[in-house]
């Protein structure tokens, strides 16, 4: 399921938190069985896709997918959150000095593959912890970088202080602080002022419903949460063993996992174990 979640330009700092969609659509479809495939920060509206009843088992196999973005950069000052809902930590008016093709060239310096450090307020765990738990504490906290992907970093429009962009990027990118980051590449300090996510895999905001106004026909079919996995069709026989837990007989060319069909419904993700396929993941009611 396909859900926008909006709260003003941007979102805005009292936008619903991913957390708060869910409940909207576990609500509006009568399930607690609902989940999501990737937190969106709660001043950032766009796409969420949910998850629901046993697609929720499935959402593993999506969780490499990328995302792109719609979003403003704003120079000139850093804040503790990275975006617009921090505290404000320092200032410049460096950016009054910058061109266009300052600000093209900056973004074109993260491209590609970089070395991104999380924000300080951020689900990242430290030493088992969360954390935007230690920073709400008031300690200094540095997660570790870690390497992340950038597939495009477009400037779609300069009115400084403001850099208007679209950015296509790995699965668990920062978009706060690739923010953070141009603003030092330029000297002048910044910060994510809004962000709206457009796209979650093949997925895109232009064909989301409102949170609240989900019903089960809005429902996609499961399977297109596998589509990457090879795939393969069993008789009856082959469902039966499969939805109860048993292992089938593996193919030559199967390795990994493998998507498990009858007549074109997906019944099971199975995984193969020297010559037999076990099902790890069982979708089909039996």
Do not use: N
Not at 83 to 92: E, M
Not at 176 to 205: I, M, Q, W
Not at 269 to 279: C, F, H, M, N
């Amino acid at each position: 399921m396909l859900v926008a979640k909006r709260g003003g330009v941007g979102g805005g700092p009292d936008s619903p938190t991913s957390h708060d969609v869910v409940d909207c659509v576990r609500r509006a479809l009568g399930t607690d069985r609902v989940g999501h495939l990737g937190t969106l920060d709660p001043f950032a509206a766009g796409l969420l896709v949910v998850v629901v009843g046993r697609a929720t088992r499935l959402s593993a196999f999506a969780a490499g997918w990328d995302k792109a973005y719609e979003g403003v950069i704003r120079l000139g000052t850093t804040t503790t959150t990275d975006d617009a809902t921090g505290t404000p930590i320092a200032t410049s008016d460096g950016w009054r000095a910058l061109e266009r093709a300052d600000v093209e060239a900056a973004l074109a310096r993260f491209r590609g593959a970089y070395e991104q450090r999380p924000p300080a307020y951020s689900a990242v765990k430290i030493a088992g912890e969360r954390a935007y738990r230690r920073a709400r504490r008031g300690e200094a906290v540095v997660p570790a970088s870690r390497r992340v992907e950038v597939a495009e970093l477009a400037l779609d429009r300069f009115a400084a202080p403001d850099v208007a962009f679209r950015a296509a990027v790995s699965s668990g990118t920062y978009l706060r602080s690739l923010a953070r980051d141009v603003g030092e590449a330029l000297g002048c300090g910044a910060h994510l002022a809004a962000l709206t996510r457009t796209r979650v895999g093949p997925y895109r905001l232009a064909d989301a419903v409102a949170p609240q106004a989900v019903t089960l026909g809005d429902l996609r079919d499961p399977a297109e949460l596998v589509r990457v996995l090879p795939r393969r069709d069993l008789d009856t026989a082959g469902r039966g063993a499969v939805i109860h837990g048993r292992p089938i007989p593996a193919g030559k060319e199967e390795e990994g996992a493998v998507a498990l069909f009858t007549d074109g419904q997906l019944v099971a993700v199975a995984e193969r174990v020297g010559d037999v396929l076990k099902p790890r993941v069982v979708v089909a009611e039996p």
